[in-house]
C-alpha cells in the first residue's frame, strides 16, 4: 500500500478508537441536561464515578459475563435483565436494543439507567458502584467541569 493512502487509514482508525471515549465533563453535562442531578437521590458525581467505574467512560465498551450475558456501553448494563441482544433470554426491562446502548447520544442508556436505579434500589445493583463509590466523597469528580 502507498503512504498517500496509508496515513489517512491509520488516522482515522485512531479517531474511531478515540471516539469511543467521552471526556469526563462533556458527560457531566449530558446527565447534567438529562436532569439526572438529584434523580432519586444521586448526583452528577455518583453518576460519573459509576460510568468511570464501569466503563472507563468508554461509551462502546462491551464485556461479556461468565453466564454468558453480556453488559453494554458507559453503565455496563446487562443484557439478561435490561436489554435485548437477540443472543440469549433477556427480560428486557428497559425495552431496548442491547446495541443502542453504544450510541454515542447517550439517551438510551441514560433511559435505561434511570430505569436501573429507580425500580431496583438506586444504584446497588452496580456491585463496583457500591464497592468504589458509595459513601465516599465524590465532588472530585466534577473538579473543572463548567455546568
Ligand atoms: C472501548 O470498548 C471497546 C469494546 O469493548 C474496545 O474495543 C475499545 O478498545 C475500547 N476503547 C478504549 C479506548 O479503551
Not at 503512504?3 to 478515540?18: G, K
Not at 458507559?74 to 428497559?94: R, T
Request: proline share 2%.
Amino acid at each position: 500500500m502507498t503512504r498517500e493512502l496509508l496515513i489517512p487509514l491509520v488516522s482515522c482508525l485512531l479517531v474511531v478508537n478515540e471516539a469511543s471515549l467521552i471526556h469526563r465533563c462533556d458527560l457531566a453535562r449530558v446527565l447534567y441536561q438529562q436532569d439526572l442531578n438529584g434523580f432519586e437521590g444521586y448526583f452528577l458525581s455518583d453518576w460519573l464515578c459509576l460510568a468511570f467505574i464501569e466503563s472507563n467512560f468508554n461509551i462502546s465498551k462491551v464485556n461479556e459475563n461468565a453466564d454468558g450475558s453480556f453488559d453494554y456501553g458507559l453503565f455496563q448494563i446487562n443484557s439478561h435483565y435490561w436489554c435485548n441482544d437477540y443472543k440469549s433470554h433477556s427480560e428486557n426491562l428497559c425495552h431496548v436494543d442491547c446495541q443502542d446502548l453504544l450510541n454515542p447520544n447517550l439517551l438510551s442508556g441514560i433511559n435505561c439507567a434511570k430505569m436501573i436505579v429507580s425500580r431496583s434500589g438506586g444504584m446497588n445493583k452496580w456491585v463496583e458502584w457500591r464497592l468504589h463509590c458509595a459513601g465516599r466523597p465524590l465532588s472530585y469528580w466534577l473538579t473543572g467541569c463548567h455546568l
